[in-house]
């Protein structure tokens, strides 16, 4: 099957591509299977240069790699190159750590030694999205081949470029052949997959949708999943927070990534004494961003990935205006070419609005009142989602008290979501199922297997 790809800024055909067959595939995870054959008696040590080399490759060709993000999805150049680097010191980190990580650990029970090993699984199946083309493939890839799996990567195919990319990094670095391999697939192609035996995991990154379908075929072949799906985090501005800080770092979460994030800032509740200031301040800060050509160093807004979330993301706000929502920013189209909207604020929300019910995946900002933190909790997981969140206040005790009541994988105080190598990343409800990313990460697709000894 051949598809092409369109550049989001000039909505004109960029390239064309033909899918693999399905013997081409099934080759393909023949070959990593007897890759991963000799790839896991390697000591782990042995191991660690390679991903210190491949965090020299992605320094050195930084520039290819983000403009390549930039053509297919349309990620500003700035945040393209950021992305490289995040993931180049994901390689570092988890090659400083991975020993210590993976390490057997002694338990005490009724015999004279026990002991807990992670022992890697075989060839492990990733299927990712567009909108972190480098960063979402390699947070994965890194510590599940790094504790001697192997992988393989069906990337989006609105980002085919990127998803080559990445398996020519992992040669650059001087990785064995097949240890990490990509496939340009239809859907068809990966149920084989993930009918075969040869498969023993899958990571899914992607919509809800996806990851119910992926988790029941995993689960019809006992075959481990972990899944990091949508998102609607909440924002929660207290009425002892600084209003400042909070606005400026509300445009941050919210608009990084021209508000295609999983873990973007989604529903700002805000405690109604200070409303009107938070607002004003947020709406002037979202006003004042660069919307343009996502190659220039300046813009801050690129275009989205394509007309399908260009006319999703103008329907939902559509939706609100109708039901009573106040745009005080934004809030349409760009005209031109390309699929952009414009970053826009929304006042006057209630929660019988789509922006307040679903993922709003784009550049746009609902806000809602609260009286007292009851109600702040309450709105904040009136949702199916529980990815992340964050709670603003001077006061750090208040905020943690907060934070335990919040339903998400992760909640941060004074901050916006962000992932960290070293920070356990996942989500609960349907936002996900599993960790990644830290210790908890890097065992994921290991047998946790007990050795327990006794007197001869």
Request: a negative charge.
């Amino acid at each position: 099957m051949r598809f092409y790809t369109i550049d989001p800024t000039t909505g004109s055909v960029m390239g064309e591509y033909d899918t693999m067959t399905v013997d081409e595939i099934t080759q393909i995870s023949k070959d990593c299977h007897e890759a991963f054959l000799s790839w896991r008696n390697m000591p782990l040590n042995d191991r660690i240069p390679y991903f210190l080399k491949l965090a020299e490759v992605l320094r050195e060709n930084e520039d290819e790699y983000s403009r390549l993000m930039v053509r297919e999805m349309g990620k500003p150049i700035t945040q393209a190159l950021a992305e490289v680097e995040k993931c180049a010191w994901t390689a570092e980190v988890f090659a400083e750590n991975a020993e210590e990580w993976l390490k057997p650990e002694n338990i005490e029970a009724d015999g004279l030694a026990h002991q807990v090993s992670y022992e890697p699984l075989g060839v492990i199946l990733s299927i990712m999205p567009w909108n972190f083309p480098f960063w979402q493939a390699l947070r994965f890839a890194i510590p599940t081949i790094l504790a001697g799996n192997v992988s393989i990567l069906k990337h989006s195919n609105s980002v085919p470029g990127c998803a080559m990319a990445i398996r020519f990094a992992f040669m650059k670095a001087g990785f064995p052949n097949n240890v990490f391999r990509t496939i340009i697939a239809d859907h068809d192609s990966v149920s084989t997959l993930l009918n075969s035996n040869i498969i023993k995991g899958v990571s899914l990154t992607g919509s809800t949708t996806a990851g119910s379908l992926v988790a029941s075929s995993a689960g019809q072949n006992l075959k481990k999943v972990v899944l990091e799906l949508g998102g609607s985090d909440p924002f929660i501005v207290m009425q002892d927070a600084d209003i400042e800080k909070a606005a400026t770092n509300a445009v941050i979460g919210r608009m990084l990534n021209n508000g295609q994030s999983c873990i973007a800032a989604k529903r700002f509740i805000v405690h109604e004494s200070v409303l009107g200031s938070f607002t004003t301040k947020f709406a002037e800060k979202v006003n004042d961003l660069k919307v343009g050509d996502p190659m220039h160093q300046d813009t801050q807004i690129g275009p989205m990935v394509d007309r399908s979330a260009l006319d999703e993301l103008d329907g939902q706000v559509q939706d609100a205006v109708n039901k009573g929502a106040t745009i005080l920013a934004g809030g349409s189209k760009q005209e031109g070419n390309g699929f952009f909207y414009l970053p826009t604020v929304l006042g006057n929300v209630t929660l019988d609005m789509r922006v307040m019910q679903e993922e709003a995946f784009g550049p746009v900002a609902p806000i809602i009142s609260f009286k007292d933190e009851d109600e702040a909790i309450r709105i904040a997981n009136m949702t199916e989602f529980g990815l992340g969140g964050s709670v603003w206040t001077s006061n750090l005790d208040k905020g943690r008290t907060i934070a335990s009541r919040i339903e998400s994988g992760t909640v941060f105080i004074n901050s916006i979501t962000k992932s960290d190598p070293r920070v356990p990343f996942g989500g609960i409800k349907n936002s996900g199922i599993g960790r990644e990313l830290s210790k908890f990460g890097i065992r994921e697709f290991t047998n946790i297997k007990a050795l327990n000894v006794y007197e001869a």
